[in-house]
């Protein structure tokens, strides 16, 4: 009977972490490429929580690491965070094809990266799979940040 409870407070325990850190890198995730305090607070949260069990806190994880490669000064430890950023959001994605939130997530990462890295394969791909699914999307405001950001894109030239 104790294994049980003590099972059961954990597992609730690690929920209610991953709920958490979903909503604090879903609110903060365009800061994350912005500013370097936010990204490593960002970063140490998901050192602190057990993501095993959520692919879409995975493809986050790889987002978040991106966006450490985007902030550290060390050259070698930039390309570590974007490799291991990039493995992360490409396994989520390919565990999960069908996610429209992972799909915009990649779709926004890889319009605002440099070309030379090679990472921007997936633009056209991934629009089209967002708006031809956006209606499908649960959030109001999920929908209207993906008009606003793919309409801003394609004004500058990006999509």
């Known amino acids: 009977m104790r294994a049980l409870l003590a099972f059961f407070i954990l597992w609730s325990t690690t929920v209610v972490a991953q709920d958490q850190l979903l909503a ?59 490799n291991d950023g990039k493995e992360k959001l490409e396994k989520s994605i390919e565990k999960d094809p069908a996610n429209i939130e992972l799909r915009f997530l990649r779709l926004t990462i890889q319009t605002h990266m440099p070309a030379f890295l090679g990472y921007g394969e997936n633009k056209e791909n991934d629009k089209a799979f967002v708006l031809a699914n956006l209606e499908k999307a649960p959030s109001e405001d999920f929908k209207k940040r993906v008009r606003g950001f793919i309409k801003h894109a394609e004004a500058e030239g990006k999509l």
């Not at 960002?42 to 490669?69: C, P, Q, R, W």
Request: aromatic fraction near 10%; include cysteine.
């Open 24 to 82: 604090s890198v879903r609110q903060n995730i365009g800061d994350v490429f912005k500013s370097d305090t936010i990204c490593k607070k960002m970063h140490a949260a998901f050192e602190k929580t057990d993501i095993s069990k959520s692919n879409l806190l995975l493809g986050y994880k790889g987002a978040v690491e991106l966006g450490m490669a985007r902030h550290d000064p060390n050259v070698f430890k930039k390309m570590g965070y974007f």
